[in-house]
């Protein structure tokens, strides 16, 4: 077992324990498990004395029925703690661009608000005109729902904004999306939400050959389930970003090495499902940093592809917290 990886899965199990004794105790632990892994995956210290103030302070700017005054809250604050160097600026950033987004057709829901982070975050780096690429995104988003109408909905909204700002046209893109799943949905994925989530990561990569990446996909599939791996549909993202980045060969003892060390931690004794994306996680965000590994462009979409597969896990972990609340109060 390497020793590095010990260390790496001790301080994790450490910092959960904080953020543990820190807030609800009626918050989901998969959340609370994804905020740390926010923290490792970015460098940054835990510290639950501005976690807490920052969150009390953004639940107080929220209206009764806003998403940050539910659990989700907690997920947001670790986004603009561990994303911007002044995080109330960085809130405050959001804010206007939650606006924007609304007044461009997006609904009030926590999706919104990870969309608009990921557009803030991205426009920093990429220099676009945030209202451009609102409008575009919801022209995107309008095609995905035409192409899919049940399985499109508000988890959509983050990748419509990563895919807003691809150079080629909107149907372009659409048709990406739709050769990925046809590609895919024969086996051994299985058609639904997940696999167009992955489909909408791969439809964000430079491939100039798209059959390729699928059968790259595949072959992530394939190998992870070969070293043990129960793969379910909440592991098709973290497919998806890994097939950007390498092949299995390259990377698949890193992040089974990782793997096997956190899945015996306690903290994921009920959670094996979240010890392989936290490992995965990890192995990637270490990996972009490596010049060597990825281009620039491409290190710059992994990363917000990482924002928004991960916040995305955050908005639908809270949502069924709050269903399960409504439902055992009636």
Known sequence: MNGENVQIATKFASDYEKLVNAVSWGVDKRQLLSIICQYHSSGKKFDSLSYLQLSDYIKKQGKWTSPLRTSFNYSFTAMLLTNFEDPYQGFEDVQNCYR????????NSSYTYIAAT????TS???KHDMSKCASRAMAIYGEMRKEHFFLT???DYPLAILLAQSEQNHHGIINEIEYYYGALSHGPFRSGNDLQFLTHIL???SFNNRQA???RAIHWFEGLRSRGVKVKGTHYPIIGILALLATPDQLMDEVMNLYDVFKEEK???WYRDMSLLVAAQLVIKEKVKDSG???ASLAVSIEAILQAQQAAVFAAISAVTVSSSSTSSS
């Open 213 to 215: 990446l699928a059968e």
């Open 293 to 295: 590994v990825a281009t």
């Open 267 to 269: 903290i994921f004794k």
């Open 153 to 155: 909905s508000y988890e």
């Open 118 to 121: 990921i557009a803030v975050l």
């Open 124 to 126: 920093i780096e990429h």
């Open 100 to 107: 924007l987004l609304i007044d461009k057709g997006f609904r």
């Open 203 to 205: 439809a964000q990569g």
